[in-house]
């Protein structure tokens, strides 16, 4: 048990990473049924989409689990529904904000911020966050602060007194227990778990992941239609194709219950049912995708990787 297991009430150190867009309860609950805590990355999905969302949720699993929001599309009322549905509600991608910590508690759900400084960090714990996520350079997806995740855990530690989640680059249980030992309270893992037989990622994205390695991934603000100057790690092959797209539109995925056009470097990342041109969509991807050699149950990875601690 760890400061963070201990809040949540999960029994493994291990957090799935809240990807945004991922709507499917099927990972979420794998990982929260193996001990792990999973979370639902809803993104700025609107209040009206997010009720449904969360009854499949609570269908599929009677684990406590998390939500995840994007502060750039932030729908406050559904921050309203979830904090009544869930355990634990997260923030990324801006500074964090009291009146969103207070709208989580009075929900009756913890709160968390995901930061990329110790200055962040300070200000999250200050605005009553349960939980602060310390989020290193090599995460895949978008990236908050400009240094490795080691040098920002240490300086994240050292900051706040509440549980720290260790955020970027961890695939192996190696890794899992060095952030442990380095003062975190529970490893944040998404990569790993995109390639996890309940993902919903395309079957062209997991391939990628499994055939690339850390040196095929790169930091970029190249996908940044509708969320510009945001940084994120992608696989450069996906960056490449995009970048030498020439359509405008380029496939279609679902949005809740909606067909939605994919536009060429937007940031929705291609799921099984998004058509068109998948390898110049957004393949979000970790330095940890050297540890994605293979398609997995999410069971199984949880117990990898948490098999030295």
Request: hydrophobic share 50%; aromatic share 6%; proline share 6%.
């Amino acid at each position: 048990m760890t400061a963070f297991t201990e809040l949540v009430g999960c029994e493994l150190p291990l957090q799935l990473a809240g990807m945004g867009g991922y709507t499917d309860p099927a990972l979420i609950a794998a990982v929260c049924e193996a001990g792990g805590f999973g979370m639902l990355g809803l993104g700025g999905a609107p209040a009206q989409f997010v009720e449904p969302i969360l009854e499949a949720m609570t269908a599929a699993t009677d684990k406590p689990f998390g939500v995840n929001f994007l502060m750039p599309f932030l729908d406050r009322d559904a921050v309203s529904i979830a904090a009544t549905r869930c355990r634990f509600v997260e923030f990324f991608y801006d500074d964090p904000d009291a009146s969103l910590v207070e709208l989580v508690h009075g929900g009756g759900a913890l709160a968390g911020w995901q930061v990329g400084s110790a200055r962040e960090a300070r200000a999250a714990a200050d605005a009553g966050c349960d939980v602060v996520i310390a989020q290193g350079t090599e995460a895949g997806g978008h990236v908050r602060g400009t240094k490795p995740l080691d040098a920002v855990l240490a300086d994240v530690v050292s900051a706040v007194s509440v549980p720290v989640v260790a955020s970027g680059g961890i695939g192996t249980a190696d890794r899992v227990k060095a952030v442990l030992e380095a003062g975190a309270s529970a490893a944040r893992i998404g990569t790993r778990f995109l390639a996890a037989a309940e993902s919903v990622a395309h079957p062209d994205y997991i391939a990628a992941l499994i055939a690339a390695s850390s040196e095929d991934t790169v930091i970029t603000t190249a996908f940044g239609v509708g969320w510009p100057d945001a940084p994120h790690r992608v696989l450069r092959s996906s960056l490449q194709a995009a970048q030498a797209a020439t359509e405008d539109v380029i496939g279609t995925m679902k949005m809740g219950p909606m067909d939605a056009p994919v536009m060429r470097l937007s940031p929705p990342w291609p799921q099984k049912d998004t058509t068109g041109n998948v390898a110049a969509m957004s393949m979000y991807a970790g330095t940890s995708v050297d540890a994605v050699t293979k398609r997995q149950p999410a069971a199984e990875i949880v117990a990898e990787l948490c098999s030295k601690i």
